[in-house]
């Protein structure tokens, strides 16, 4: 089974900092995607970025952007330029690329944007 | 539009009473999740449709009962609840490729409160 590990509970940014979040994960699978997801106070899940497996170069959205080490298992979030609404959990994800749908969450990382 | 939504945004219920949580979609999605979500954790996925269907069913209890009357709309009818059920309630779609589905999008959950 894939298991999906955020080492860091709790981090904080001055605002206009960059700061970089911490995601490892286990699989045997060579097909899968990952995904970061935020959850503000407000609580709605929103999707940060995502990234393909089999796509060596790293994915960007804006301000964030990844580091995907796929030999290493890691997929580590970076947050350029860091913003007040950036505070949030942040989930990272896994989910296998051959019909399974189910997600595999870490144990979440919640950023504290210091102003 | 990545909206999917969801009502009511509260719930609160006492351990007899029968409620449902309803969640809505219009992107055209054909696979339709329920999540719980309880404080500081991540989403743990409960019910899976896929065309409809019921795909994935994650050893819930028959406490809670899933529909899915239109490839749009999702319904999680409950029944006969308990305190620790207590939680936020989360919808997601995503759109269905072949024998796999893509990124899914969540709704911004209905907090449930068991009495």
């Known amino acids: 089974a894939q298991t999906v590990t955020q080492s860091q509970p709790e981090m904080s940014v001055q605002e206009a900092e960059t700061v970089t979040l911490s995601c490892t994960y286990d699989?045997?699978?060579?097909?899968?995607?990952l995904f970061w997801y935020k959850q503000p106070p407000s609580r709605q899940m929103i999707l940060v970025i995502r990234?393909?497996?089999?796509?060596?170069q790293n994915a960007t959205e804006n301000r964030f952007s990844v580091n995907f080490q796929k030999a290493a298992k890691s997929f580590s979030l970076k947050i350029s330029d860091s913003q007040l609404g950036d505070a949030a959990m942040y989930f990272c994800?896994?989910?296998?690329?051959?019909?399974?749908?189910?997600?595999?969450f870490g144990t979440g990382t919640r950023l504290t944007i210091i102003p | 539009d990545t909206e999917v939504t969801q009502t009511p945004k509260h719930l609160v219920m006492g351990m007899t009473n029968k409620k449902s949580l309803k969640c809505e979609q219009h992107m055209g999605h054909r696979a339709m999740y329920w999540y719980k979500q309880k404080a500081k954790k991540p989403p743990e996925l409960m019910f899976v449709y896929s065309y409809e269907k019921l795909s994935i069913n994650e050893s819930v209890p028959s406490r809670f009962s899933p529909e899915c009357p239109n490839s749009s709309l999702l319904n999680l009818h409950l029944h006969a609840l308990q305190p620790e059920d207590s939680a936020l309630y989360l919808c997601?779609?995503?759109?269905?490729?072949?024998?796999?589905?893509?990124?899914?999008?969540f709704g911004p959950g209905t907090r449930l409160t068991v009495l």
């Open positions: 699989t045997s699978e060579s097909d899968y995607y």
């Open positions: 997601a779609s995503s759109q269905v490729m072949g024998f796999s589905t893509d990124t899914q999008y």
């Open positions: 990234q393909e497996a089999y796509k060596q």
């Open positions: 994800a896994y989910r296998s690329g051959f019909g399974n749908e189910k997600l595999t």
